[in-house]
């Protein structure tokens, strides 16, 4: 099965392309993150994801980034939420609306996302976005699960691979 696989950045994408391929599927990274600010940021991130694809072996698509769009349609009104809040949900549901997007036109089978793979972030919040989203096609999979936070870790410190501070957007950074 092809699996498009949300990829907030590479540290996360580490231990879900692993568990994706031990499933038999055929992993490829979805870069789509217009949430990600400064512009710096997103670039670190995005040459740290195009990184791990080649040391991977893994596709990767890369998404036209529009943080002002994410602004006016994903955050506003919502700049106040706390971490976890109506924010961040309406942040999910625009990146896995995104990827089941691009899934269809790309002829993929199924989709899927690192974020699960994060304490922070909750997979029963992810997996009802993209089961409402993708119904069937959407790859229910709780990469936290069996110490997989720590196993992605331990993958990013094998390849040194940069690790952020913070989710992505602005109104998530501790300064």
């Keep these: 099965m092809k699996v498009l696989l949300h990829t907030c950045c590479a ?3 580490t231990h879900c392309i692993e568990v994706l391929r031990g499933l038999e599927h ?3 990274l979805f870069f789509s993150n217009a949430n990600i600010y400064p512009a710096e940021e997103f670039n670190k991130r995005l040459h740290e994801v195009i990184r791990l ?15 002002q769009g994410w602004l006016k349609n994903v955050a506003a009104g919502l700049e106040d939420e706390p971490e ?16 089941y997007t691009r899934m269809l036109l790309e002829g993929m089978d199924a989709i899927t996302t690192t974020l ?3 304490p922070h972030k909750s997979s029963e919040t ?6 409402e ?15 997989g936070f720590k196993r992605s870790i331990e993958l990013s410190n ?9 989710c992505g957007c602005e109104f998530s950074r501790r300064i």
């Design 116 to 118: 699960s793979v994060s």
């Design 53 to 67: 694809a080649k040391i991977t072996d893994v596709p990767i698509i890369i998404d036209e980034p529009d943080h």
């Design 133 to 147: 989203l993708a119904q069937e096609r959407y790859l229910e999979i709780n990469f936290k699960k069996e110490d």
């Design 84 to 99: 976890k809040g109506r924010r961040c949900n309406a942040c999910f549901h625009y990146a896995l609306q995104r990827t």
């Design 11 to 13: 540290p996360c994408a």
């Design 26 to 28: 055929e992993p490829c």
């Design 126 to 131: 992810l997996s009802q976005i993209g089961r």
């Design 158 to 166: 094998r390849y040194n691979l940069y690790r952020q501070s913070y």
